[in-house]
């Protein structure tokens, strides 16, 4: 097997103890983006070789796919509106548990998933912990709507970048049909009071700022550390 690299081995080591959590009979989260695939592939093997039980709700194109590949049972939120653990990945996270998400443009699901799950669990790797989130937040927005959510993001401070797709002209474009846009705020001092007021935006579908993840699991190359939310 091929030996993996520094961050890869951290990411790898905060999917695998997620996934200590998972039992079964549990209706789990599946994320996006390359940490939650770890998480993927192992509940998978888990699902071949012991016999795990268990349901997944993907947050994405790419995560079915992957999940179906790697054999675990897939339902819809219809089918599982409540979840017992959600595991996904982040691009930032704070020492209070705020994330930004929304790297993989998959944030409007991944927030569905999330807030539909009993425990949220977030797996990074130590390069993505920050003192204050600073990354260009992700949107998604109905392409009908760009010009409004523009301005609206520019009297809250912040300047929209559309993302562009790689091996295609033109914007990326979502799972759910549309266009994602990177604001740049600069440092956030309050991410739940910047969440409530893009939340408030008409048009813009969904933004990458989470304030509800419960236990952080944060990989390095020789441990795992975990953050959790006092309740
Ligand atoms: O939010 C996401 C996708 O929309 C991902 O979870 C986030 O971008 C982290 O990805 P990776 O684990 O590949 O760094």
Redesign the pocket.
């Given at each position: 097997m091929k030996e993996l690299s520094g961050s890869e081995l951290a990411?790898k080591r905060a999917a695998e103890k997620a996934c200590e959590l998972v039992k079964d009979g549990m209706a789990v989260g599946l994320?996006?983006?390359?940490?939650?695939?770890y998480a993927i592939r192992l509940l998978g093997r888990r699902v071949r070789d012991e016999g795990l039980d268990i349901v997944g709700v993907p947050?994405?194109y790419a995560s079915e796919e992957l999940a179906i590949e790697y054999g675990i049972p897939l339902v819809s939120l219809a089918e599982r509106p409540e979840l017992d653990i959600d595991i996904?990945?982040?691009?930032q996270v704070d020492a209070s548990l705020n994330l930004i998400?929304?790297?993989?443009?998959?944030?409007t699901r991944?927030k569905v998933v999330a807030c539909s799950s009993r425990l949220f669990v977030v797996?990074?790797?130590d390069k993505?912990m920050k003192d204050l989130l600073s990354r260009p937040v992700?949107i998604e927005v109905l392409p009908y709507a760009r010009r409004l959510v523009e301005r609206k993001v520019a009297e809250l401070g912040g300047r929209c970048m559309m993302r562009m797709g790689t091996g295609k002209d033109g914007p990326i474009i979502s799972d759910n049909g549309n266009i994602i846009m990177d604001c740049d705020f600069g440092p956030i001092e309050s991410p739940a009071l910047l969440s409530q007021k893009l939340s408030a935006i008409p048009g813009l579908v969904e933004h990458?700022i989470f304030t509800n993840a419960d236990i952080v699991y944060i990989g390095y190359e020789d441990r795992v550390e975990s953050l959790e939310r006092k309740r």
């Open positions: 990411k994320g996006t983006g390359s940490t939650a695939a947050t994405s996904d990945g982040a691009d998400k929304g790297g993989g443009a998959a944030h991944e797996v990074i790797d993505k992700p990458g």
